[in-house]
């Protein structure tokens, strides 16, 4: 009677099997390092290494690609990347975006957008080659102002110091857009901010400000007072072009006159 019973089951089993199903066949998803993605190439962040990514694929003509994968968190095991997903053979065609924030897949690709003036690194991978690891090169899409140093002009004793500008913190990235360019190049639908002070005091002003890269003003306002002298106000513009993957260090030497300096930050 048992052996009758397994037998019943083991038939209604087999008959809920569809039939011509066959597993996909495929290769799983990984991507190797090298060292652009070790150190990121550029001097916006302190960042040596990451120890996981999001990754959106698409497949389909370029500008007018589907998503088959969103925000898939691949993370670091030794040299490889790895996500659980797979490949699927008969269809090579992949195009891979990834980033350290959540991407928005669209026809034209994949975006991110940056609402807050933090780090973000994104990278692109428009044809890859099928069962092969492959590389991700990241980029940093925002600039950014390291630190801000101000100095008094020999002879001179400096009060209400305010720098400031009026940043561009965020919007729209287009990763296809803007892959492999220093400009503003990607971004669409810019947030301007409110001013921004970036420095008030004699010495280091360490902001660690990230901004979308493109032309600033700057607003400097000081006092000054030389010897036993009255205080005099004066006020300056100056512009700053900003690229995208630099950090800068700002140097400024108030007295009655005034000397600005740009540096790439170290």
């Known amino acids: 009677m048992n052996k009758m019973l397994g037998m019943a089951l083991l038939l209604a089993l087999v008959a809920c099997v569809p039939e011509n199903r066959t597993p996909i066949q495929g290769k799983a998803i990984t991507f190797g390092t090298q060292e652009p993605l070790l150190s990121l190439q550029t001097k916006t962040s302190e960042t040596s290494s990451l120890s996981s990514f999001k990754l959106v694929a698409t497949t389909g003509a370029t500008g007018s690609e589907?998503?088959?994968?969103?925000?898939?968190?691949?993370?670091?095991?030794?040299?490889?990347?790895?996500?659980g997903k797979l490949w699927p053979e008969q269809d090579p065609s992949f195009h891979f975006y990834a980033a350290n924030v959540?991407?928005?897949?669209?026809?034209?690709?994949?975006?991110?957008?940056?609402?807050?003036?933090?780090?973000?690194v994104c990278a692109y991978l428009p044809n890859p080659i099928y069962g092969e690891n492959n590389i991700l090169?990241?980029?940093?899409?925002?600039?950014?102002?390291?630190?801000?140093?101000?100095?008094?002009?020999?002879?001179?004793?400096?009060?209400?110091?305010?720098?400031?500008?009026?940043?561009?913190t965020g919007g729209v990235y287009q990763l296809a857009a803007g892959a492999g360019h220093r400009d503003e190049s990607g971004w669409g639908s810019v947030v301007t901010g409110a001013d921004t002070v970036i420095a008030s005091a004699l010495g280091?002003?360490?902001?660690?400000?990230?901004?979308?890269?493109?032309?600033?003003?700057?607003?400097?306002?000081?006092?000054?007072?030389?010897?036993?002298?009255?205080?005099?106000?004066?006020?300056?513009?100056?512009?700053?072009?900003?690229e995208s993957g630099t950090s800068y260090s700002l140097s400024f030497v108030l007295g009655e006159e005034m000397a600005f300096g740009v540096d790439l930050d170290a």
């Open 66 to 83: 589907t998503a088959r994968w969103s925000n898939v968190l691949f993370t670091r095991s030794g040299d490889v990347y790895y996500g």
């Open 102 to 120: 959540n991407l928005t897949p669209t026809a034209s690709g994949a975006q991110v957008t940056a609402t807050t003036a933090t780090d973000v």
């Open 137 to 168: 090169v990241f980029k940093h899409i925002f600039t950014r102002i390291a630190g801000v140093n101000i100095l008094a002009e020999s002879g001179y004793s400096l009060s209400q110091i305010q720098i400031s500008l009026t940043p561009r």
């Open 204 to 242: 280091q002003n360490p902001d660690n400000l990230y901004l979308v890269p493109g032309m600033y003003t700057l607003q400097i306002g000081w006092s000054w007072q030389k010897g036993g002298g009255s205080l005099t106000a004066a006020s300056r513009q100056l512009s700053l072009d900003l």
